[in-house]
């Protein structure tokens, strides 16, 4: 397998001794971890949980191709793509599919072992941790929710106790202007040479 991927053409030949310079450095970095994702455990279309020390066997395989000299890197590369894989903090589904097969597997992705009762008991407390985290989540957002609908609750009450102040407000100006409101009508004279008026509401 590993054969195959160092012939593909445009991929640069590391088996040179000499210090490669940093880009190099880089690509040989990215070759590793493309050929450690092409390992068959990988590509099964779902995740498996691994044999202890399948660290040495990619390293033998990968070593045996590109060299010795390389190890280095190689055992970098490879503890940091296995670090990610294998996290139970970061990733629940790699702790659900211990729980769901109970088997470890190679690097053929053929089943090796049983995984054992202490590792069994570490990743359903990692399940149950996750789950908790879930709920947790869950709850926060609901509340963050629920403060939301009361926030946007008190400004619409807000709105309507001004609306409804501005309208008794304005109620009372008409009713002002009502009453201060006059309409003069002349009277017949008493006799007195005068003309009075009478005032009506």
Do not use: W
């Not at 012939?7 to 990215?30: C, L, Q, Y």
């Not at 789950?131 to 963050?144: P, T, V």
């Not at 309507?160 to 004279?189: F, H």
Request: hydrophobic residues 35%; charged residues 35%; glycine residues 4%.
């Amino acid at each position: 397998m590993t054969d195959a991927i160092a012939e593909i053409p445009g991929i640069v030949n590391f088996t040179d001794t000499a210090e490669p310079p940093h880009s190099e450095k880089k690509a040989f970095r990215r070759l590793i971890k493309t050929e450690v994702m092409l390992f068959p455990v990988f590509t099964q279309g779902e995740i498996l949980p691994l044999k202890y020390k399948i660290r040495d066997d990619m390293r033998e395989v990968l070593c045996r191709t590109h060299g010795k000299d390389k190890k280095a890197v190689i055992n970098a590369v490879i503890d940091k793509l296995l670090k990610d894989y294998c996290s139970q903090v970061k990733r629940p589904d790699y702790a659900l599919a211990a729980v769901m097969k109970q088997q470890r597997y190679d690097l053929h992705g053929k089943a090796v072992k049983k995984i054992s009762q202490k590792d069994m008991t570490a990743f359903v407390a990692a399940l149950r941790y996750h789950e908790r985290l879930q709920r947790e989540a869950l709850q926060r957002k609901e509340e963050k929710e629920r403060k939301r609908l009361a926030h946007e609750q008190r400004l619409q009450e807000r709105e309507q106790a001004k609306r409804a102040k501005r309208t008794a407000k304005r109620k009372r100006q008409r009713a002002a202007k009502v009453a201060q409101a006059v309409t003069i009508t002349p009277t017949v004279g008493n006799g007195d040479g005068l003309k009075h008026h009478e005032v009506a509401p």
